[in-house]
Every structure is written in C-alpha cells, then in structure tokens.
C-alpha cells in the first residue's frame, strides 16, 4: 500500500468526487477508508468511528455480513457476468424477481425491472409512466411533478425532477414538462407553517393545482420520496402519502414511490409506503437491496401496469435497460442481504434505537445553533443554524461540526447546514448513544 500523502496526492490530482469540488481536494483532502467491521470504518490514520452515514444511507445490514460476501465470492465463481437482455438470462435474476415481489406483494408490486443503482431505477420509472401512458391510449401524458427538497439520482430525469437548484443549475436546461411544488417542510415552507397536518394539506393543495394547471391530461406521474433524504430528512405525516395518491387517482396521474432510501427498513416500516398504506404505481429501490455491497437497483411494477405492458403486442417492448441490470453477481448478493434483511427483522430495530436515537437529538437543541431535529427510524437530521429566530442555515458551522464529531468517533453526514445521520440498521442502543455522544461533542467544540 502507498502511503497516504502519496494517496491524497493522487486524489487531488486525478480523482473527481460527486458532489465534490475538484479544486478543493488538495487543501481539504477527503478521508481515505481503509477497513470496515460491524458499524465502525477506519480511516488512513487508524481512526476508527461509528459510521453514522451506513456508508451512503446503504450499508444497513454493517460491513460484516458474512452471507452477502460468501453469495458474491460464491457467484463469481459460478458465473461473474452474463446478460440479462432479452433473449438471456440468470437463476439469481428469476430468484431474485420473486423474492421482490414477494417483499412488495401488499403494495400490489410484483413485477421488478433491474438496474445497476438508485438514478437508473429513477430513469426506468419515469420512462415506463410515459410508456404506459402512451400503451393506455393516453400519449399525451408527458409530464411530471415532484416536490422541492427532492433528490431522485443524476441521471437526465432524475436529475429533472430533482428539487435543489444548486443541483440543477449547472445542468440546464433540464428534461422540459417538469415541475414542482412545496416539500412539508415543517422547518421552511411558504406559509410559516409548522403544524404536519395542516402543511400536508396545504402541499396537497399546491399539488392538485399544479396538475389541474397543467391540465391533467398532460400529467404522466408524481414522483417523491415518503420521506425525503437527501434534501433533509423531511418528513411527512403518513397521511400525505394517501391524500397524494387520492389527488393521483382523481387525475389518472401515476404515482413513483421513490424508495431508494427508505426501502428495506430504514423509517422503521418494511418500505415508507407500508407506513401509509399507501400503493404505489411504481416503486424505486436500490442502497439496501445490497447493503451497498454491490451496486443495483431496482423499479417494482404494479399489476395495474403489468397488464398493459404484457397484453400489449407491440408497443410494450420496453427499449431501456443496462449492461448490469439483473448482473448475477448483484442478484446474489440481493438475495443473501434481502434473507438476512428479513431474518434480523432490521425495521424492528430502526424503529426501536431510531426512537431512542432522535431523543437523544432532541436534547442537543440546548446547543443554541442547533434550528431543527427531525427524523423517523433511522434517518434523522440535524439543522444547523447561525440565528435560531432568523433561521439563518450555517453550512459553514455545520461541517466544522461535523469534524469535531468525526474526531469525537462519529462519521455523521455533512450535507449543506444538515447534519444526517443513517447508520447501519443493526446499530445497538449504545451505539446510538454515542452518535449523540460524539455529536454533543462536536457541538460544544465547534458549534
Ligand atoms: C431517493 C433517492 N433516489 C435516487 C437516488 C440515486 O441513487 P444512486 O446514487 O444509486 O444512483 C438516491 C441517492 O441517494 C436517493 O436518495
């Protein structure tokens, strides 16, 4: 192994991070990851935290998980590639698709179309609404809508849909026919209004007149996030799910559960949709289907939608996929991360220790640049503030707090004025404890 400097070196020299500045790795050198075990990562220096991030809100089942790494070795051994377009295919691939439908079967999705990630299932999804629309007699449904604060992925569309401007800016012009209204953002919203319920409605509102503007024969879907992650942890009382997909339903307007981070157990809930009982149209996953293991994702088809595109001769050919969609090696490790995702039951334990976890946020508002604490299972958020009564976000302050944590034994996620943390679901209770522990530390340091 090279020695580090050597290694940042490199870094600054050739590698360009997502969402990074390629300027600014030299005088800020990101931390290299050498080793992981359980729910702690090691750095160059032989730092070891508790990885409060869960690697990139992924890593759910921690870095131990023997049966997903014996599935990976196992496969490549067996068969390390082979297509899975039409025409070819693999065990893992069918296995896997039932196993899918299995999982989503009570959300009436039980058709699964793979992907090698979260931004390519986005893409996927919004494509199949067009199409279905387009199967169903109805090809003037282009359009979509989705909320500020979003985060679909990079890709063209998801990147379209996405609702952070800062995201978007350096991209424009984006896919046209794409629009947005409020996030029930209880913190900053329009309105000034913290009530859930009564903000849920307003959105909801905003959402039906979007589509009744837009005229509905023109809108194709809606797609969110039940609990929005990257934008900050938002989340919804479970009853704006339902009244989105009754204001869906009213308009012959589809609705794409974007799942990719609370999928598999993260809110505490099997899926975010279950937890309103809620069906989607289309549902989004990937991160947990292999812990992060391996790179896949998926899109789940409904019945509703299945029927059109299998009982259509022609038009339901569907010319889109990847090299790596239903890549064997990915399958197996789905397969072996989804078993021990049901055998731990790990919803069970991100409701339990997330509840503890977000109380334990919830104290660190004595620390006065601290303007909000949400979450639900295990995906929380801090919001860093500079003035509490203006709300002034303090991104700034935020990411010297956060090295104090990382210092302190906590790898939490720095994100704009948020700091968020999404450890692996198999936390323990002590562990948790010292998330906030080592975040309580950073805030006195540097907060
Ligand atoms: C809700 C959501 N959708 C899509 C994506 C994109 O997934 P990927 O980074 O695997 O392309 C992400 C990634 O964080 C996400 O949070």
């Known amino acids: 192994?090279?020695?580090?400097n050597f290694l940042s070196?490199?870094?600054?020299?050739?590698?360009?991070?997502?969402?990074?500045?390629?300027?600014?790795?030299?005088?800020?050198?990101?931390?290299?990851?050498?080793?992981?075990?359980?729910?702690?990562?090691?750095?160059?220096?032989?730092?070891?935290?508790?990885?409060g991030v869960g690697g990139l809100w992924c890593v759910n089942l921690g870095?131990?998980?023997?049966?997903?790494?014996?599935?990976?070795a196992a496969q490549l051994a067996e068969l390390p590639y082979y297509s899975a377009f039409k025409g070819t295919t693999n065990g893992p691939a069918i296995e896997l698709s039932v196993e899918l439908a299995r999982w989503f079967g009570p959300e009436g999705l039980t058709r699964a179309f793979l992907t090698s990630g979260g931004s390519d299932a986005v893409d996927t999804a919004l494509k199949l609404a067009r199409q279905y629309h387009k199967l169903n007699g109805?090809?003037?449904?282009?359009?979509?809508?989705a909320l500020t604060k979003a985060y679909h992925g990079t890709h063209w569309g998801g990147a379209a849909v996405n609702g952070n401007p800062l995201f978007r800016a350096p991209y424009e012009p984006h896919l046209s026919g794409t629009f947005h209204v409020p996030s029930p953002y209880a913190y900053r919203n329009p309105w000034d209004e913290t009530d859930p319920e009564r903000l849920s409605a307003l959105c909801l509102r905003m959402l039906e007149e979007q589509i009744v503007f837009q005229d509905p024969a023109t809108v194709a879907a809606f797609i969110l996030e039940p609990v929005q992650g990257a934008g900050g942890v938002i989340v919804p009382p479970e009853s704006f799910l339902r009244g989105a997909r009754e204001i869906c339903d009213r308009h012959g307007v589809l609705l794409i559960?974007?799942?990719?981070?609370?999928?598999f157990g993260r809110t505490g809930h099997v899926c975010a949709s279950r937890r309103s009982g809620v069906r989607p149209d289309l549902m989004t996953l990937a991160k947990a289907l292999t812990s992060g293991y391996f790179p896949m994702g998926a899109v789940m088809v409904s019945e509703r939608l299945a029927d059109a595109f299998e009982h259509e001769e022609t038009g339901g050919m569907i010319p889109t996929g990847y090299t790596y969609s239903g890549h064997p090696v990915g399958c197996a490790a789905a397969l072996a991360c989804l078993a021990e995702t049901e055998r731990l039951k790990v919803w069970e334990n991100a409701a339990s220790t997330g509840a503890r976890v977000?109380?334990?946020?919830?104290?660190?508002?004595?620390?006065?640049?601290?303007?909000?604490?949400?979450?639900?299972?295990?995906?929380?958020?801090?919001?860093i503030v500079s003035d509490r009564d203006a709300k002034t976000a303090d991104p700034a302050r935020a990411g010297r707090i956060f090295?104090?944590?990382?210092?302190?034994?906590?790898?939490?996620?720095w994100s704009g004025a948020n700091l968020v943390v999404s450890p692996p679901l198999t936390l323990t209770p002590a562990e948790g404890d010292a998330i906030v522990a080592a975040l309580d530390q950073g805030l006195s340091e540097a907060g």
């Open 1 to 4: 192994m090279r020695d580090d």
């Open 63 to 72: 870095y131990s998980c023997q049966p997903i790494k014996d599935a990976v």
């Open 403 to 413: 090295e104090a944590a990382y210092r302190a034994g906590a790898m939490v996620r």
């Open 257 to 263: 559960a974007d799942e990719v981070i609370s999928g």
């Open 9 to 51: 070196e490199m870094n600054a020299r050739h590698l360009w991070h997502p969402f990074g500045h390629p300027g600014e790795a030299r005088a800020n050198p990101p931390k290299i990851i050498r080793r992981a075990e359980g729910v702690r990562i090691t750095d160059e220096a032989g730092h070891t935290t508790i990885d």
């Open 358 to 383: 977000l109380a334990g946020l919830e104290g660190l508002r004595r620390h006065a640049c601290v303007g909000d604490v949400r979450g639900i299972g295990l995906m929380c958020a801090l919001e």
């Open 138 to 145: 109805e090809p003037g449904r282009t359009k979509f809508v």
